[in-house]
């Protein structure tokens, strides 16, 4: 089952953290829900999904149009626990901290 990590919020003093998807169109709320907390061991509150519609497009030749459509997709909005608070997205680099100790 293929989900893709789309965006993340870290969790604030009135909010949980939250994470939205990528997944496919034909996985169910309780789907999403297994799957974040039997493979990642992610403590999941909430799931909210939104069905998206694949763009149509359309290429102009010289004698005649062809048509194509992206593929349909849905993205899930994660609410985790009050156990997470930060989903750890943010990179540090240890040369430019030590550049940055040895500048001072």
């Known amino acids: 089952m293929p989900i893709v990590l789309v965006d993340a919020v870290n969790a604030t003093e009135r909010a949980n953290a939250q994470a939205t ?3 496919l169109p034909r996985m169910t709320k309780h789907e999403i829900k297994e799957h974040l907390q039997k493979i ?4 999941v509150k909430k799931v909210h999904t939104m069905n998206y519609l694949g763009k149509r497009k359309r290429v102009y030749g010289e004698r005649k149009v062809a048509y194509y459509k992206y593929r349909d997709f849905k993205k899930a909005i994660v609410t985790f626990d009050d156990s997470i608070q930060d989903l750890g997205l943010g990179v540090t680099l240890p040369e430019l901290d030590a550049e940055k100790v040895n500048e001072e």
């Open 21 to 23: 998807f990528r997944v």
């Open 40 to 43: 990642y061991d992610l403590p």
